[in-house]
């Protein structure tokens, strides 16, 4: 069984919500902008690299929201073959410092926007919902 590790952040700016747009291998939804945790990198150090490369901003990660825990049958994956995978997703609040809003390239999402919390697109993963519930907002 493969792991993959990565950390999230839950941006909020009032009463609206930053969400990317995961794209890859002909599935995509909105979800919280984060990714993979390189090799020994700090999971704070990875969530702040994923939101600027996926959003353009330089973000703060601010207080630990929790870690969901899903095994993905091997049927799922892209490639079945490949086996269950366990995925460990760290969600942590976070906070825009700055920068400017700006689309990923080359990369596993293709578009990040802002969308009101009353609004929320339909199309997104389910650790969007996941971290609205850790963030006390679902």
Known sequence: MDIRIAAYG????GDR???AHWNEGGRSGWTLPGGGIDPGEDPVDAVVREI?????????ADELLGIDSKVIPAEARFVPEAGPLHAL????RAAV????????RDGSTDEARWFPLSALPNRRVELVDIALGMAGLA
Do not use: F, S
């Not at 600027?52 to 703060?60: I, K, W």
């Not at 997703?89 to 942590?92: A, K, N, T």
């Open 10 to 13: 839950v941006i909020l700016d």
């Open 17 to 19: 919500m930053l969400l």
């Open 97 to 104: 410092l700055g920068g400017t809003l700006t689309n990923e």
């Open 89 to 92: 997703r760290i969600v942590y």
């Open 52 to 60: 600027a490369e996926e959003t353009g901003y330089a973000a703060r």
